[in-house]
Nanobody, 125 residues
């Protein structure tokens, strides 16, 4: 069972990237999905969540209006569309799958059962 994150890279401020996270040995449809990021020297930060079947979406204030989380159950893949990227978005981005579906806890890493390996996003000014 694993999650495979991809799509990171080096972009300039104002540009866009779309991250993907696919499940292997794991059907993501029954899981809530979350994205976290960790910048150098900082703690891991929750940035977005998409519920399992109810369509719930939530975003951290730092990415609200710029990032969009989505999922394609047919492809067993989840996505994070990142627009208008800023240098402060530079971080390793992680996807995670949540079986507990407790909305009050989605911002906590301990809520999640499975994690991807991370993909690096670097935004130059």
């Amino acid at each position: 069972v694993q999650l495979q994150a991809s799509g990171g890279g080096l972009v300039q401020a104002g540009e866009s990237l779309k991250l993907s996270c696919s499940g292997s040995g794991l059907t993501l449809e029954g899981f809530g999905i979350g994205w976290f990021r960790q910048a150098p020297g900082k703690e891991r930060e929750w940035i977005s969540y998409r519920g399992s079947r109810d369509g719930t979406r939530d975003y951290a204030d730092s990415v609200m209006g710029r990032f969009t989380i989505s999922r394609d159950n047919a492809k067993n893949t989840m996505y994070l569309q990142m627009n208008n990227l800023k240098p402060e978005d530079t971080a390793v981005y992680y996807c995670a799958a949540d079986s507990r579906l407790i909305l009050s806890s989605i911002r906590y890493a301990s809520q999640y059962d499975y994690w991807g390996q991370g993909t690096l996003v670097t935004v130059s000014s």
